[in-house]
């Protein structure tokens, strides 16, 4: 594989439920983001990790976590889904720190969700 | 006031115009600007970046950023159908200098 893949494509999930949203980048990249896009609102960052091990919030981090376990992998959980965190799930990565670096990100091909 | 600002549009233009979006900022240290480009039902697409005042050129693409206004555009010549597609303008911003996108500004060549 080359790039970023995301798992699964789309879910249907009940509310109360937990749900975990995979995330793995081939890249070697050091940074890694997760997104959630809605119409009118546009990409709103939710967690992101500068490098394997770091994670920090983003603009929209309450009921999200993360961790960054190694560089590939980046998963988002949702603890207990509930009907607002319906959206389209958008993982990204970039080869710069945040500080100092070029911020451009590449994005995965994204997971839809529903919660019920 | 919206740290990334964009022309919500929707901008339709004749195929072979000049295609002008326009996008605002409001953190004067940003020093790197993207524009992606995102098919419907599909992932945000890197197209420019520029972090020099002045234009930038890429093919038909043209990105033009003026720090002293805080502003950046993207100019496509030579417009296609297939350039049809909400363009997003993202810049560093926040106190943890993370990329922020504006609302995107939809597109639509027609033949």
């Known amino acids: 594989i080359a790039g970023i893949t995301q798992a699964p494509t789309s879910q249907i999930l009940a509310a109360g439920r937990r749900m975990t949203l995979r995330c793995t980048q081939d890249?070697?990249?050091?940074?890694m983001y997760w997104y959630r896009q809605d119409l009118g609102l546009g990409l709103r960052l939710i967690h992101y990790?500068?490098?394997?091990?770091?994670?920090g919030k983003g603009e929209v981090p309450d009921g999200y976590s993360v961790s960054r376990a190694n560089t590939d992998d980046f998963p988002l959980t949702l603890a207990s889904a509930v009907p607002s965190q319906t959206s389209v799930y958008f993982c990204?990565?970039?080869?710069?720190?945040?500080?100092?670096?070029?911020?451009?990100?590449?994005f995965g091909p994204g997971t839809r969700l529903t919660v019920l | 006031q919206k740290e990334v600002e964009q022309n919500s549009g929707p901008l339709s233009v004749p195929e072979g115009a000049i295609a002008s979006l326009n996008c605002t900022y409001s953190?004067?240290?940003?020093?790197?600007f993207f524009w992606y480009r995102q098919y419907s039902g599909k992932s945000p697409e890197l197209i420019m970046s520029?972090?020099?005042?002045g234009d930038k050129e890429d093919g038909r693409f043209t990105a033009q950023l003026n720090k002293a206004s805080q502003y950046v555009s993207l100019l496509i010549r030579d417009s296609q159908p297939s350039d049809s597609a909400t363009y997003l303008c993202?810049?560093?911003?926040?106190?943890?200098?993370?990329?922020?996108f504006g609302s995107g500004t939809q597109l639509t060549v027609l033949p």
């Open positions: 890249m070697r990249h050091n940074a």
């Open positions: 993202a810049v560093p911003a926040g106190s943890a200098r993370q990329l922020t």
């Open positions: 990790s500068n490098t394997a091990g770091t994670t």
């Open positions: 520029i972090y020099s005042n």
């Open positions: 953190d004067r240290v940003s020093q790197s």
């Open positions: 990204a990565s970039s080869d710069s720190m945040v500080t100092g670096g070029y911020n451009e990100q590449f």
